[in-house]
C-alpha cells in the first residue's frame, strides 16, 4: 500500500472520528438551556480579564460541578482567552471545544479533497491548511460585525443609564437595568460585569474586564468617566449624555467614509480574487500548462514576482482607502 493510500485512509478515519465526537458535544449542548447559560458565562470568565481571578475561578468549579462528566473534562481544559473572546463576540452557541475539533474535521476534509483530486501529499496538505484556517476566518468576520453593533449599541445604553441615573437608581442598578433591556452583545458584555460585581469584583476592577474582552475607545472613556465621577463626584448623567452624543457624531462619519471608500475596496478585491481564481481554474482545467510556474525557474521568478506585486498592491489599496479617525 503506498503512502498516498495510507494517508488518505487514516484522513478518512480522523474524519469519521471528529464527526461523531462533534456530533456528540453539539447533541450535549442544546440538550439543557441551562447548560448553555452556564458555557457562556464560563467563557465570560475565560475571556475577562486580570482581574477577579481567583473569585471567578471559585464560579468556575460551580460550574463543573453542574456539568456532566465528559463535559467537565472539557471544560476543564486549558482556556485560551482569545478563542473564548472570540465565541462570545460572534453571538454563536458554540463551545470553544467544537470549534477546535469542528477546525479539524475541516482540514482533514481537504486533505481527503486534496489526495482524492490530484493524489499528492502536498496539495491534500495545502487544501486542508486552507480549510482548517476556513472557521477562524468565519469567526473573525462575526467578531468584527459584532463589534460594529456593540458600538452601535453604546450610545442607546448610555442614554439608558443616564435616565436611570437622573430618575434616582444606583450605578449597579443601572448597568443591570443595561443588562436586560438591550440586545446582545451589548446586553450580554454588561451582564458579565453585572455577575462579576456579585461574585465579589468591585466596580473598577468589573469595568477594567469589560474593557479588556471589548476593545472599544468610547467604552475606555465611559469608564474612565465612572470611575473619575466615582472619586471626585460630578454630574454622571450630563457626562454619559455628552458621550452619547460625540459616539453618534462619530458613528455617523464612519458611515459617511466607508461610503465614499466603498469603490475602493471592492476594487480591491476584485484585483486580489482575480488571478486566484484564475490560477485555481487553469490548475485544475491544465495541470501541465500551470505547472510550468513552479517546474521552470522562468516560471518559480514570474511567481514570486507575482506574489510580491499582488502584497504591494494589496498593501498600497489599504494605504489609499484607511482614513485614521
Known amino acids: ?143 468584527q460585525k459584532s463589534l460594529a453593533k456593540f458600538q452601535s449599541q453604546l450610545p442607546e445604553a448610555l442614554d439608558l443609564l443616564s435616565r436611570a441615573l437622573r430618575s434616582g437608581h444606583a450605578l449597579s442598578s443601572g448597568l443591570e437595568m443595561i443588562a436586560e433591556e438591550m440586545s446582545d452583545p451589548l446586553g450580554g458584555e454588561f451582564q458579565a460585569v453585572v455577575d462579576e460585581i456579585s461574585l465579589g469584583l468591585t466596580l473598577n476592577e468589573a469595568l477594567e474586564n469589560l474593557c479588556s474582552r471589548v476593545p472599544s475607545s ?40 466607508s461610503t465614499l471608500t466603498a469603490e475602493g475596496k471592492v476594487s480591491g478585491v476584485i484585483l486580489v480574487l482575480l488571478p486566484i481564481v484564475l490560477f485555481s481554474i487553469i490548475y485544475f482545467l491544465n495541470y501541465n500548462y500551470i505547472s510550468m510556474l513552479w517546474i521552470e525557474p522562468d516560471g518559480q521568478k514570474l511567481l514570486a514576482g507575482g506574489i510580491v506585486m499582488m502584497i504591494l498592491g494589496v498593501m498600497m489599496i489599504r494605504r489609499i482607502i484607511r482614513i485614521e479617525m
Open 218 to 257: 468610547d467604552l475606555r472613556f465611559l469608564t474612565i468617566s465612572i470611575l473619575v465621577q466615582k472619586e471626585t463626584g460630578g454630574n454622571i448623567a450630563e457626562i454619559l449624555d455628552n458621550i452619547s452624543r460625540l459616539i453618534r457624531e462619530r458613528v455617523k462619519f464612519k458611515r459617511h467614509v
Open 1 to 143: 500500500m503506498d503512502h498516498p493510500t495510507i494517508l488518505l485512509n487514516g484522513a478518512i478515519f480522523l474524519f469519521v472520528c471528529l464527526s461523531v465526537l462533534c456530533a456528540h458535544l453539539v447533541w450535549s449542548n442544546n440538550k439543557l438551556v441551562e447548560k448553555r447559560k452556564l458555557k457562556t458565562r464560563l467563557l465570560s470568565i475565560s475571556a475577562g480579564g486580570k482581574h477577579g481571578k481567583d473569585k471567578l475561578n471559585l464560579y468556575q468549579k460551580k460550574v463543573f460541578s453542574k456539568a456532566g462528566v465528559l463535559e467537565a473534562f472539557f471544560l476543564s481544559l486549558p482556556r485560551l482567552s482569545r478563542l473564548d473572546r472570540l465565541l462570545l463576540r460572534s453571538g454563536r452557541p458554540i463551545s470553544a471545544t467544537n470549534f477546535i475539533l469542528s477546525s479539524l474535521l475541516l482540514g482533514v476534509v481537504g486533505v481527503t479533497i486534496g489526495f482524492y483530486l490530484h493524489r499528492s501529499a502536498a496539495t491534500g496538505l495545502v487544501l486542508g491548511g486552507i480549510f482548517l484556517l476556513v472557521p477562524l476566518l468565519w469567526l473573525r468576520s462575526l467578531e
